[in-house]
């Protein structure tokens, strides 16, 4: 089975603090994600990468910077956290790009993110 | 620009019942289409998805979804719904111009079955 791992499932942090959420992936996947979840807003992304020391802004990449050193983990950083930055943070997976019979991403349990 | 829709932020059904929680999608060329459902205080997990091939895709947990290309729409069905498939449903399509396996979400369907 995929397992999708994230460091921490609560956080508590003050504004203006450095946040570091953690997510690792034990399949072997290029692919990995970080999104938000918000009340009626669903799954935004904010950054992806497809490979090592590869990332690509998504949607909402403001006030967020990520990290891919190894294969199996995708960092996100929030480099001065703010209340606006509360949420939930899901971080996914997927194998090779275009492989259309492989075509899931898989999912963390998530961060539930409260800055203070 | 390619999006989904989920036209209703809650569907009330009556253990028993069947459920269907809709979705409609905006593509250019053919769609990858998947449905996730989110239980409280947990992830994402994959229900189905659509590639190509048979319009009907039977999914997880008895679920499936009928993909029709005339209207658009990817709508989740389930005959006989259970209280334990109360939970948050995602609809979302692959973006096909990003190489990395974006996927754009629907705003999230909550779905609550009553015993």
């Known amino acids: 089975d995929v397992k999708v791992t994230q460091s921490s499932r609560y956080l508590v942090k003050r504004t203006g603090e450095k946040v570091f959420l953690e997510c690792v992936q034990d399949m072997d996947h290029e692919n990995m994600f970080w999104y938000r979840q918000d009340p009626g807003l669903g799954l935004r992304l904010i950054y992806f990468?497809?490979?090592?020391?590869?990332?690509e802004k998504g949607d909402i990449p403001e006030g967020y910077s990520v990290s891919r050193e190894k294969k199996e983990r995708f960092s996100l950083i929030l480099e001065s956290a703010s209340t606006n930055q509360t949420s939930m943070y899901l971080c996914?997976?997927?194998?090779?790009?275009?492989?259309?019979?492989?075509?899931?991403?898989?999912f963390g349990p998530g961060t539930r993110l409260l800055v203070l | 620009a390619q999006s989904v829709a989920q036209p209703e932020d809650q569907v009330n059904v009556a253990e028993g019942n069947p459920l269907t929680v809709k979705c409609t999608y905006s593509?250019?060329?053919?769609?990858?289409l998947f449905w996730y459902v989110q239980y409280p205080n947990r992830g994402l997990q994959f229900l189905l998805k659509y590639i190509t091939g048979d319009n009907l895709v039977k999914g997880s947990y008895g679920f499936e979804a009928e993909f029709n290309k005339s209207q658009t729409s990817f709508h989740l069905k389930k005959p006989s719904a259970l209280v334990s498939d109360s939970a948050l449903y995602f609809c979302?399509?692959?973006?096909?111009?990003?190489?990395?396996?974006?996927?754009?979400f629907g705003q999230g369907t909550e779905l609550s079955v009553k015993p």
């Open positions: 990468s497809y490979d090592v020391k590869m990332k």
């Open positions: 593509v250019s060329g053919n769609p990858y």
């Open positions: 996914a997976s997927s194998p090779v790009k275009l492989a259309r019979d492989r075509e899931t991403q898989y």
């Open positions: 979302a399509v692959r973006d096909i111009y990003n190489q990395g396996g974006k996927l754009i």
